[in-house]
T-cell receptor, first 116, second 116 residues
Framework: AQKITQTQPGMFVQEKEAVTLDCTYD???????LFWYKQPSSGEMIFLIY??????QNATEGRYSLNFQKARKSANLVISASQLGDSAMYFC?????????????FGTGTRLTIIP | ETGVTQSPTHLIKTRGQQVTLRCSSQ?????VSWYQQALGQGPQFIFQ???????GRGNFPPRFSGLQFPNYSSELNVNALELDDSALYLC???????????????FGPGTRLTVT
């Protein structure tokens, strides 16, 4: 069974500092994908970044980068130069593909609070 | 480009009743996935619809059912509501696994269901 683990229930970070949110996963499938989503208090899940298991380079999207360490089965999200608007819940998710059926399995999330 | 929309925003139902939630997918997307997010948890996959057929299902009982229409919009129906069904229900649209990528799922704002 697929599993996503986020070990940091909450984090407090000073504005403008970089922050790393941890995510480890467990799968025996050679082909998979890893996502990070941001969920503000409004509830909407906002897509941040995607890393495929066969991608050679770490994914980057603006201030977001994904530190993908395949051998360690980790996919940490790095946010550079944090802003007050980054305060939200962050979820790591894994894309599972089973005979053409696709689903995302989510972790329990990390609540990030940016301090002015 | 029109994003994912969901209706209604909030809903209050009584135990034993039935409920229908609606979702309009993002323009160009033919796949819709539904997720249940209980308070303080990550989203849990309910099922996915691709071209009007169920294309994968999570660990939810048959009283959770769905439909997808020719315009790729979708409904989630829940019969015989239980107190534990109280949650945020999220709909996500994508191009689906068979498209070969990109694999991002884009989420709507969700419907918050309260069962009393």
């Amino acid at each position: 069974a697929q599993k996503i683990t986020q070990t940091q229930p909450g984090m407090f970070v000073q504005e403008k500092e970089a922050v790393t949110l941890d995510c480890t996963y467990d799968t025996s499938d050679p082909s998979y994908g890893l996502f990070w989503y941001k969920q503000p208090s409004s509830g909407e899940m906002i897509f941040l970044i995607y890393q495929g298991s066969y991608d050679q380079q770490n994914a980057t999207e603006g201030r977001y980068s994904l530190n993908f360490q395949k051998a360690r089965k980790s996919a940490n999200l790095v946010i550079s130069a944090s802003q007050l608007g980054d305060s939200a819940m962050y979820f790591c998710a894994m894309r599972e593909l089973d005979f053409g059926n696709e689903k995302l399995t989510f972790g329990t999330g990390t609540r990030l609070t940016i301090i002015p | 480009e029109t994003g994912v929309t969901q209706s209604p925003t909030h809903l209050i139902k009584t135990r034993g009743q039935q409920v229908t939630l609606r979702c309009s997918s993002q323009s160009g997307h033919n796949t819709v996935s539904w997720y249940q997010q209980a308070l303080g948890q990550g989203p849990q996959f309910i099922f996915q619809y691709y071209r009007e057929e169920e294309n994968g299902r999570g660990n939810f009982p048959p009283r959770f059912s769905g439909l997808q229409f020719p315009n790729y919009s979708s409904e989630l129906n829940v019969n015989a509501l239980e107190l534990d069904d109280s949650a945020l229900y999220l709909c996500a649209s994508s191009l689906g696994a068979l498209a070969g990528g990109p694999y991002e799922q884009y989420f709507g704002p969700g419907t918050r269901l309260t069962v009393t």
